[in-house]
Nanobody
């Protein structure tokens, strides 16, 4: 069984910064990709940023240039550095990983979510 544990969510003023962390643990053969999603009340989760094992990253247009995703493969941990935060960044942020418990079996796991609140 694989678990993702997120941390770093908080209340911050507009223009401020936060750093989210997500650590994967359990029966992991390898992790193909990790990412961050966010969810507004009553809305579906949307991709914020993703990163592969090789370091290739992608971002939602709304966070490009403000957020940076990074990954420590040795620690099975992904980070999201969020700068120049805006009130519209307020949401629950979820970590996601596409992993293999065995070489030929791919699975998806989600974290429990962490609240980010940006005040104006």
């Amino acid at each position: 069984q694989v678990q993702l544990v997120e941390s770093g969510g908080d209340l911050v003023q507009a223009g401020g910064s936060l750093r989210l962390s997500c650590a994967a643990s359990g029966s992991i053969f390898s992790i193909d990709a990790m990412g961050w999603y966010r969810q507004y009340p009553g809305k579906q989760r949307e991709l914020v940023a993703g990163i592969t094992t090789g370091g290739t990253s992608n971002y939602a247009d709304s966070v490009e240039g403000r957020f940076t995703i990074s990954r420590d493969n040795a620690k099975n941990t992904v980070y999201l550095q969020m700068n120049s935060l805006k009130p519209e960044d307020t949401a629950v942020y979820y970590c996601n990983a596409r992993f293999r418990a065995r070489p030929t079996v791919t699975s998806i796991v989600w974290g429990q979510g962490t609240q980010v609140t940006v005040s104006s």
